[in-house]
């Protein structure tokens, strides 16, 4: 028995709902392009990549708000930010962004089993579809929702419940993958077992301090005995 099997009662979960940034791929390289062409474009020095990765996790006006309170530069500026980030991250989102080790034999592996799978992530579709056409994975989610696509993102459950209806599946049989308090939360919040990975974007909060129910250095350990 594996990992998973241990944890749904000797079961795999019929569902299992994927974050995507920080989770399945390491993006900030080119978010971190995105964001410092925005400061730029304002008059502002850029951030660099370790303080962008700071400021992921909580979707792109988060993101870009915080980059705007950084600089300094009044919250007004914040739609104009937003058009200058959306131009450069569309020019830039498949550049250097790769999947982590083990996430593409993770997907395979579930699918093999014929586990289903979504991805619930607080990036826009509008990026998170090309990513994931770019990088071979598009095909194994029966859906794709993004931060716009529901009321409330992560850490409202809205988006966890959305996938879970639209493959009938209750939250006893689903498992979110995430890496920081925001899947976490939502997870909770929708009343479904949580494995965290520990390589992520967690926001200065390592995930082993918000009490998943397992955690991974690699999603392939999901499969180990
Ligand atoms: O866009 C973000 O801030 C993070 O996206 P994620 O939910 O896939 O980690
Ligand atoms: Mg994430």
Not at 16 to 21: A, P, S, T
Not at 43 to 72: F, I
Request: include cysteine; charged fraction near 15%.
């Amino acid at each position: 028995m594996n990992k998973l099997q241990r944890h749904f009662g000797g079961q795999l979960p019929a569902l299992v709902l994927f974050d995507l940034d920080g989770t399945l791929i390491d993006s900030v390289p080119d978010i971190a392009i995105a964001t410092d062409t925005m400061l730029k474009a304002l008059g502002q020095a850029a951030a660099g990549e370790p303080l962008v990765r700071s400021w992921v996790g909580n979707g792109a006006a988060t993101l870009v708000a915080r980059a705007l309170a950084h600089a300094g530069l009044p919250a007004q500026t914040q739609e104009q930010a937003m058009t200058l980030w959306r131009a450069a991250y569309t020019l830039c989102c498949t550049r250097e962004t790769r999947l982590y080790p083990g996430a593409r034999e993770c997907l395979q592996q579930l699918q093999a089993a014929d586990v289903a799978m979504a991805l619930v992530t607080n990036k826009p579709v509008q990026f998170a579809q090309p990513i994931l056409d770019h990088l071979g994975i598009a095909q194994y989610f029966r859906i794709v929702l993004g931060g716009e696509c529901v009321e409330q993102k992560k850490p409202a459950p809205d988006m966890l419940i959305e996938a879970m209806q639209d493959a009938n599946v209750t939250a006893q049989h689903t498992l979110m993958v995430g890496d920081s308090a925001a899947d976490i939360n939502a997870a909770k919040a929708a009343g479904v077992a949580v494995a965290a990975v520990t390589y992520g974007y967690d926001n200065g909060a390592p995930v082993a301090s918000l009490s998943p129910d397992l955690t991974v250095d690699n999603l392939t350990e999901l499969f180990d005995r």
